[in-house]
Nanobody
């Protein structure tokens, strides 16, 4: 059973930066994908960034050039570096992990961008 533990959310001013972390335990396959989703109040959950073990990354257009997804496979950690944050980035961010046809979610971490 894969478990995900997120950390790194918080309150930041517009233009600031945050780094989210996702610790993965229980993974048994080297073929997998990690992603970050977010859900703002009253909106649907959306995929923000995704990294596949094959080496491909995806970013939603609204974060391209500002957010970077990365993984430390040896440490079973994933990161989402968020720069030039905007108020519209405010949301609960969820780590997501896929392997062997199964999907796993973290508990979510609040990111608030406000002056």
């Amino acid at each position: 059973q894969v478990q995900l533990v997120e950390s790194g959310g918080g309150l930041v001013q517009p233009g600031g930066s945050l780094r989210l972390s996702c610790a993965v335990s229980g993974s048994i396959s080297s073929i997998n994908a990690m992603g970050w989703y977010r859900q703002a109040p009253g909106k649907q959950r959306e995929l923000v960034a995704r990294s596949h073990s094959a080496g491909t990354n995806y970013y939603v257009d609204s974060v391209k050039g500002r957010f970077t997804i990365s993984r430390d496979v040896a440490k079973n950690l994933g990161y989402l570096q968020m720069n030039s944050l905007k108020p519209e980035d405010t949301a609960v961010y969820y780590c997501h992990y896929e392997e062997l046809g199964y999907n796993y979610w973290g508990q979510g971490t609040q990111v608030t961008v406000s002056s």
